[in-house]
């Protein structure tokens, strides 16, 4: 499974950009699919997961209600509406995939990580 992420750019604070996440491979609709995070300096963190084994949806508390994670299995596509940005959103955004049991608490657990796509909120 290859990952492509992009929709990332610069917007003022208080807007919103969706990231996309394509797949391919034919095993879309098993995966788990979440986004990470990783601000310079700082440990990557999780964002958000969706299952997919009833489309559950997992997010971190700083993103609850402002954000919103969904899939879409006939594109082999997952994406990330980022609504009400702030800086503190500033960070490269990871799609990832898990064949198993998606565990937010450890990255390393991701079976398929896409490159980055850099999400940049001015104040």
């Known amino acids: 499974v290859q990952l492509q992420a992009s929709g990332g750019g610069l917007v003022q604070a208080g807007g919103s950009l969706r990231l996309s996440c394509a797949a391919s491979?034919?095993?879309?609709?098993?995966?788990?699919l979440g986004w990470f995070r990783q601000a310079p300096g700082k440990e990557r963190e999780f964002v958000a997961a969706?299952?997919?084994?009833?489309?559950?949806?997992q997010y971190t508390d700083a993103v609850k209600g402002r954000f919103t994670i969904s899939r879409d299995n006939d594109k082999n596509t997952v994406y990330l509406q980022m609504n009400s940005l702030k800086p503190e959103d500033t960070a490269v955004y990871y799609c990832?995939?898990?064949?198993?049991?998606?565990?937010?608490?450890?990255?390393?657990?991701?079976?398929?990580w896409g490159k980055g796509t850099q999400v940049t909120v001015s104040s």
């Open positions: 990832t995939a898990s064949e198993s049991d998606f565990d937010p608490s450890d990255y390393y657990s991701m079976d398929y």
């Open positions: 969706i299952m997919w084994s009833g489309g559950s949806t």
């Open positions: 491979g034919d095993t879309f609709e098993s995966l788990d």
